[in-house]
């Protein structure tokens, strides 16, 4: 790793914090969702990178609710920038390749108009009279800078945490501007405790009598004390339990000697101390309280149903991310969205990333490593409209350990014998679901075959992310819980190719594909098969299945032995209609005729409701 | 429920905030641990029942930060106290059989000497001169506040959070004077999360410009701004995210219209304005300081081995509750403590009790329903020397819905036809775990058959609730993670029964049992039973075992389906030593010779490594 990179959290958020860039004036003034208006706006932003002729490389990032323009560095010389190891020539977000920029937030304090920025009705700075902000105000007013710099369509916006609030509402308010949109470590609206926890920062900042009711700035004076409590606190809720423990523990009672009126008995209180001082330094209280505000008051919908009414006319490709041990803008959340959107058919994929490091995980380097090629794989599919076909030089990301495997293993990886088979039963142009996608291989032949539609569930990062990079669209989703955010007869087929034998709730998951589905295709390996019964009766060996290689009766991800005539019973009971049953000898290639609960290794059933 | 009862832990935190009780003053002055003393100390604390003439019956309850002496109410027109559900004539602490009494804390402001008693030195109030002080010297005033009052022993300690650490110290440091400790949602040493909410809490106070150094109470003033905003602080770490988001979501923007200085946009703010604001009435800024303190210096050790010298030497016997829900001192902070006593050989029993309410979980009525009972069965098991064994009439407990009995499933359940031949195989005397303990059954007929040194594991509540009634010691754990807790060699016999087919992770469950144990005793259907073989031979059948009633393929908690011929190939493979098989027809109960492998239905091993 490059050693002038920022390697924390802490570097980047003081990463170039006083570089402002260049600037855009607004034509006219701007008027506010919630009513109020400002005369005049300014909007400082960076870029990097060069638009192209056809103007349409354009990619936004939004920055987080402390962050700034600022997002990578601009040459050798330059300070890192929050997102260093995303953007930049040769990385993900590719300015060799892409035109980049990002733009301070309306009512921050980084050079964009905010509440210390003069108020030309009075000529002094707003201070505590800049009017209540929104989400979607300060979209706008990039919306709007944006066309004042000729730039009519986004390829991409990308964001992380407030930044994610704002792709959210790019992709809504704005989705006719923008091809692909990627929120990142975010949520449609805050938890009850994010939300309680802003409003104690707020409580500490606005009680400070240095607030001064927010007029400060006219006595020189600022809320150092309650500015730097709200800071703690934040930086409380940015880490997870286990990274501060981690980060803490073995000098507990140990801390840093820094110069503070606050208590430094513990490491991790002059760790506190030392963020809250500097960020009074770098930060304007008035510009805290609006933004979390903003970010309070933001909300996309709690139920489901008001949800989707949000997301349901966004013309979008989405692509969400978010963290396992983030407790802040918690994975839930962003199921949310993601379910909203699949249940409105809209394309969409889904990456809840492994990561002890908590809501900060979506700026440290280790895991923009992980997450990066897949946001890189997706701009270069929207630029050029290609998808990377499935070949024998896949990336190594397909050797990672996967996580969560257990609820959906698949000990028949490299013998797949019953792929063609299963393509020959579906109709062409099905749309497809595939659940347990693996990497995506059935989809990318469907694709080769011309079908459109497609879509994958699986609950292995690799397998995800390796799907993904292929071009599907694919969710992060354990099917073992049902399949709630798809829509009755939202595919023509749902397909489970050899996964049956490793679900721990085998009778949902069926139930769930034929409503779902008009088909559902299952294939297994048939446990009746003639060998297996041998196995069992004349070697009184524990059966195992046809290409079950490597495994023994103790460690195999296989749990159910279904044969063929309990798979059967099994459709009867349930009232699933068997409309096609193929029987396969896969060693010899053949369909089996005779007695196949004896003579075949593998089936397939096409059932409906 | 009796309407006059508290139902939410508001309430229960404010009942009979002003009832002090009675007094003692102790004999001479108190050194403190960390060096300073205390001239004159006074315990202010309540008590209820009655001391038996054996002076046996004695129940010590402690008290968590913001509670007080209060635990229960005295009488019909008496204010409930914040542990009412658990303390009282019939309750689980049942104030018919126990002496209870609970003392307020040293340091804290309910009567007890603390920051607001007067220094004799000076004759004004400590304020900030009250020296810092720890757990220990809580404990040890109120170890000699009993021996004044002529308690020298008590039956035992119970108490939640700060009063749980008083427990913790409690079966340390004074075990001799104790039979029975229960700490409850409790940790050794906070974690480092847990340790910055402390940090910012008192940054804020300190930092009011109406603190003054600590020596508010000369100018009649408070800190109110700091105090209320440490307790808002506080009220979010009692609570779990999904207890929040059910309390305040549905009404997120229609706050309580209360009077405050603080923010009041969103229901969850005016609920910890409130809370802020009503703290501050009754509670005192340099308590809250010093007992804050207190509870961040507290350490019983952050390594396992530093842990196992801390609980070395206590003859007590132990049982600590947890919720699975409680961020603030999460069960895996509870189950290092349990570690520990395990590892030093100790009667513990341990419980992770599901809720979703977070911290405050062990002031709930509804929680409070579910482990006072076990609380409840074991003061009379230590009252009375005699545990309740098994018997048809077993309590309702037995019929609750499980948690996480994936994990250890037992189809068994009412047919153990294993279970005389397992106690043959037994020597007398030994010392057994047994893994996947159910309900206790063949613990108790170990015990009664004269065992002592038996000790349970399961996973779920229920069963482990019902294996402690029975007076067995129990901890919840799951051993597909190994059993790193025991030491070689612990147990004479570590006993596998009619388990192993359910098991993930078969091969490091077998491992560890002939680590922990000199002798491992598994029992497990086999699955090349004739009856099996032909099942599936004949007529196409996925296996089913002898016993497997109302289960099918597709639903059966088994995962593995060893034959004996499989199950002696893993044994040779892994190492294991098999000093006696056992092969049953368990239909005809007869032991079987000639061919097992087809003619048993069960097979009993017994393993060394």
């Known amino acids: 790793m490059n050693p002038s990179l920022p390697t924390s959290t802490d570097d980047v958020r003081d990463a170039g914090a006083l570089r402002y860039g260049q600037a855009v004036a607004l034509d006219g003034s701007v008027d506010l969702v919630h009513g109020g208006r400002l005369d005049e706006v300014t909007v400082c932003y960076e870029s990097w990178g060069r638009l192209n002729a056809a103007r349409d490389n354009a990619v936004l990032i939004c920055h987080a609710i402390s962050g700034d323009s600022h997002a ?48 030309p009705a009075t000529g002094r700075a707003y201070g505590p009279d800049f009017p209540a902000i929104t989400l979607e105000d300060i979209v706008d007013v990039q919306a709007r800078a944006l066309t004042k710099l000729g730039i009519d369509r986004l390829l991409a916006v990308v964001g992380g945490s407030l930044g994610g609030q704002q792709a959210l509402v790019w992709g809504t308010r704005h989705g006719v501007r923008v091809r692909l949109v990627v929120p990142v470590a975010t949520a449609p609206r805050l938890s009850t405790q994010a939300l309680a926890f802003d409003v104690v920062g707020r409580n500490a900042i606005m009680s400070d009598p240095a607030f001064a009711g927010g007029r400060y700035m006219e006595s020189g004076g600022t809320p150092a004390t309650g500015l730097a409590i709200a800071r703690m606190l934040g930086h409380i809720t940015y880490l997870s339990r286990e990274a501060m423990d981690q980060k803490f523990e073995a000098d507990r009672l140990r801390p840093h000697d820094i110069v503070t009126e606050f208590e430094k008995r513990f490491s991790v209180g002059s760790y506190l101390a030392h963020q809250g001082n500097k960020f009074v330094e770098r ?185 993904a990079r292929a071009g599907h669209e694919v969710i992060d989703h354990d099917m073992n819980e049902g399949l709630p955010q798809f829509a009755d007869g939202a595919f023509d087929v749902v397909l489970l190719s050899q996964t049956l034998q490793a679900l721990p709730n085998v009778s949902l998951v069926l139930s769930e594909m034929v409503r779902v589905g008009r088909r559902a295709v299952v294939s297994f390996p048939n446990f009746a098969f003639w060998k297996i019964r041998e196995m069992l009766y004349k070697e009184g060996r524990s059966p195992k299945s046809v290409g079950e290689y490597g495994y023994e009766w103790h460690n195999t991800p296989n749990r159910r032995f279904p044969s063929i005539a309990d798979f059967e019973d099994f459709c009867a009971k349930q009232g699933l209609v068997v409309h096609r049953a193929v029987h396969l000898d896969s060693e010899a290639g053949e369909e089996v005729a005779e007695d196949p609960n004896r003579n075949a290794d593998l089936s397939i059933f096409v059932l409906s409701r």
């Open 72 to 119: 990578a560095s601009h040459d050798a010389e330059d300070t890192p920038g929050w997102w260093e190891h995303l953007i930049g020539p040769g990385k993900p977000v590719d300015t060799d390749r892409f035109f980049v920029i990002c733009m301070n937030v309306l009512g921050g304090c980084r050079g964009t108009t905010g509440p210390n920025s003069v108020n």
């Open 283 to 467: 930060f304007d209280a008035n510009s805290y309280v609006t933004l979390t505000l903003a970010m309070d008051m933001f909300d996309m919908g709690r139920e489901a149903a008001s949800l989707r009414r949000a997301f349901a006319d966004s013309p979008c490709r989405w692509l969400l991310l978010s963290f396992s041990s983030d407790w802040l803008f918690p994975p839930r959340q962003s199921c949310e969205v993601v379910d909203a959107l699949v249940a409105e058919g809209k394309r969409v994929t889904y990456c809840e990333l492994p990561s002890p490091a908590g809501h900060d995980a979506f700026l440290l380097p280790d895991e923009v490593e992980r997450y990066g090629s897949l946001i890189g794989a997706r701009l270069e599919q929207e630029l050029l409209g290609e998808v990377r076909t499935h070949g024998p030089t896949r990336c190594a990301l397909s050797d990672m350990p996967t996580v969560r495997s257990d609820s959906s293993p698949t000990v028949f990886a490299k013998a797949r014998r019953d792929y063609d088979r299963i393509l020959e039963l579906i109709p062409a142009g099905s749309r497809v679901l595939d659940l347990g996608c693996g990497e995506g291989e059935l989809l990318s032949r469907l694709r080769s075959r011309g079908h459109e539609g497609l879509m994958g569930i699986d609950v292995a990062e690799a397998r995800i992310i390796e799907t």
